[in-house]
């Protein structure tokens, strides 16, 4: 599925450090590394679980690259919420040198 500029987006390092930022990766992605503060809810379980997102914020929606947050930010859209897909994913958050944690204590990483 190609998205085109029909994706709002936004380059990872404009994130505001206070932006509810929804990660849609798998689990084992999150657990190598992910933005403090980010909100797990992976892809798979989206549509059992968006009634944990809130309507009266931007969400700004991230993934490893891009493309399964462009998925997302696409039905979130349609569904009523205002999102935004975080262009180049955790990738990009990396290489913008914004910070990473996970629980394990070990360096984060983007796996």
Same mark, same amino acid.
């Given at each position: 599925?190609?998205? +085109?500029?029909?994706?709002?987006?936004? @380059?990872?390092? !404009?994130?505001?450090?206070?932006?509810?930022?929804?990660?849609?990766?798998?689990?084992?992605e999150w657990d190598a590394g992910?933005a403090p503060g980010a909100v797990?809810?992976?892809? +798979?379980?989206?549509?059992?679980?968006?009634?944990?997102?809130?309507? !009266?914020?931007?969400?700004?929606?991230?993934?490893?690259?891009?493309?399964?947050?462009?998925?997302?930010?696409?039905?979130? #859209? #349609?569904? +009523?919420?205002?999102?935004? #897909?975080? @262009?180049?994913?955790?990738?990009?958050?990396? !290489?913008?040198?914004?910070?990473?944690? #996970?629980?394990? +204590?070990?360096?984060?990483f983007v796996a």
């Amino acid at each position: 599925m190609i998205f +085109g500029e029909d994706v709002p987006a936004i @380059d990872a390092a !404009e994130v505001p450090d206070e932006a509810y930022l929804l990660d849609v990766r798998q689990p084992e992605e999150w657990d190598a590394g992910h933005a403090p503060g980010a909100v797990h809810i992976p892809m +798979g379980e989206l549509s059992d679980r968006a009634g944990e997102i809130p309507r !009266e914020r931007d969400i700004y929606v991230i993934c490893r690259s891009g493309a399964r947050s462009a998925q997302v930010t696409v039905a979130l #859209n #349609n569904a +009523g919420w205002q999102a935004r #897909n975080v @262009d180049g994913g955790m990738k990009r958050w990396a !290489e913008a040198g914004r910070q990473m944690v #996970n629980d394990s +204590g070990s360096t984060p990483f983007v796996a």
